[in-house]
């Protein structure tokens, strides 16, 4: 399958990625060869096959409602790159709706 | 110092008072020191693993009895999380970071005494088949510095082959704990999907993920995966399965009716493995095992399938890694959008990059059906044929990779050629099932080759008794 400049772009935008012009590139010929070798696929009738998604072997057993291994907020917020009390300090999301 | 060869000898060396612990642990240390050109380790927990020592040889010597795993020195692959130490996954996106939890594997080892020596490299988010993809430098296979220890647990397989620690903990995707083993000359145990807890293991593709186990000993991964198997209410996909008592089963001698994958031309299997595979089957006769050829005519779809799948998996998983609540935040973002584009270009490494950008194709709605349904269909397949082989079969055997390791940078710029390595291991986590890789023989004397047996759901007991009955010298 050819792999275009625009599917680069698409893909990076869903994958909130910037690729720099040389990876582009690179990355364009890599995932064309990846799709030629993953196309094999589809030389294999599958009609009517139920997919499978996952290996777990009975119903997602659930823990009982009850709150437990919480932690305090300082050590939630332990690892947080930029915080401001007990919080964590993200760029502005929202716009004043007179701005 | 000669470490006594498995973990059940070095405990009674350790009752008898012939050892120390802290004499163990200073051995390992020194030898994680003299092979520190190898890259195995990110990080030594020297002081702290000398203490738990002494602290395990005081309470011995006043009688108290250990836990089942005093004595057992372990490394950790750096996708396991241990409470107050980093992990990075081998990523720039967690340097710095530490655990704020232990994983359920690494706690319970540390509940029964085990001693965790250190955190080994790894391909960054265990997506690799060289160690190459660490962002922190290769790791070097201790058999030939020049060629890779395999991946992605590549510094686990590393760091028990150079006697550095009795075994290390890593996890297998689609092969990483079983093609590090093979290629370094250890034992990979990857155990049924779910039959250890993924609570804590950084997540790559959840439903392939599995922990895993790499030693010197068949009897040395039984005795780990006892006490690290079983339920957890951290785990929803944990299997509720009970553990049976390990160590007496790995004596079970039965004879087995054992089907081997027949070899084709398009396999591209070396010389030296087809022929130390053609000796095992021998071996395995002349102990009165009945072998039988097989052919499983989906094995060439299921590298395809496979890396449609994890890399979806992982496109999905690591999207948690957006420069907000933790991990590398980028220093030159104006709005939110673009902290989360540069934060992620700048943590992550080109072969997670690669396989992200893979996997958010696949899953785009144009494509899905064509790939991703396609692939979960080629899933069940694979699944329907072995569950039909295990009604005439107990096990099946084929080699863990079709060549010896390779030289470092002889996969750097060919992604399809390292994927289509995992030809042989990949199977296993499509179909959820258990695989241990077993050392047996040498390509020019030297470089070791892995020998691969594979079977039904919670077959442990059975992969674990042939492997120490092919290589068992245990006390």
Known sequence: MKVDDSLISRLEDLARLELAPEERLRLQAELENILDMVAKMQELDTEGVEPLAHLAQHPAPLRDDEPEGCWPVGQALGQAPVRHRDFFVVPKVVSSPNA | MTVPPDLPAIQAALRGGNLHCRQLV????????????????????????????????????????????????????????????????????????????????????????????????????????????????????????ERVPGGSSGASAAAVAAGTCLASLGSDTGGSVRQPAAFCGVFGLKPTYGRISRHGLIAYASSFDQIGILSRTATDAALLLQVIAGPDPYDSTVSLEPVPELEPLLRDDSPRRIAWLALGEGQGVDPAIAEAYSNLQGELEKRGHRLEPVQIPLLNYLVPAY???????????????????????????GDVGELYRKSRTEGFGAEVKRRIMLGTFVLSASYYDAYYRKAQQVRRLIKRELDRLWENCDLLLLPTTPSPAWPLG?????????????????????????????????KDGKLPLGMQLLGPAFAEPALLALAHQLTGKSS
């Open chain 2, 26 to 145: 200073e051995h390992y240390l020194e030898q994680a020191e003299r092979n520190r050109a190898l890259n195995i380790y990110l990080e030594v927990f020297r002081e702290e693993a000398l203490a738990k020592a002494s602290e395990s040889d005081a309470r011995l010597a006043k009688g108290e009895e250990p836990g089942r795993l005093f004595g057992c020195v372990l490394s950790i692959k750096d996708v396991l999380c241990y409470a107050g130490h980093r992990v990075s996954a081998g990523s720039r996106m967690l340097e710095g970071f530490e655990s704020q939890f232990s994983a359920t594997a690494v706690e319970r080892a540390l509940a029964e005494d085990a001693i965790i020596l250190g955190r080994v490299n790894c391909d960054e988010f265990a997506m690799g088949s060289t160690n190459e993809h660490s962002a922190f430098g290769p790791t070097r296979n201790p058999v030939d510095p």
């Open chain 2, 307 to 333: 890396y449609v799948m994890a890399t979806a998996e992982a496109s999905s998983n690591l999207a948690r890694y957006d420069g907000l609540r933790y991990g590398h935040r980028t220093a030159r973002a």
């Open chain 2, 410 to 442: 002889q996969m750097t710029d060919d992604p399809v050629g390292m994927y289509l390595a995992d030809q042989f291991t990949v199977m296993a986590n499509m179909a959820g099932l258990p695989a241990i890789s077993i050392p047996f023989g040498y």
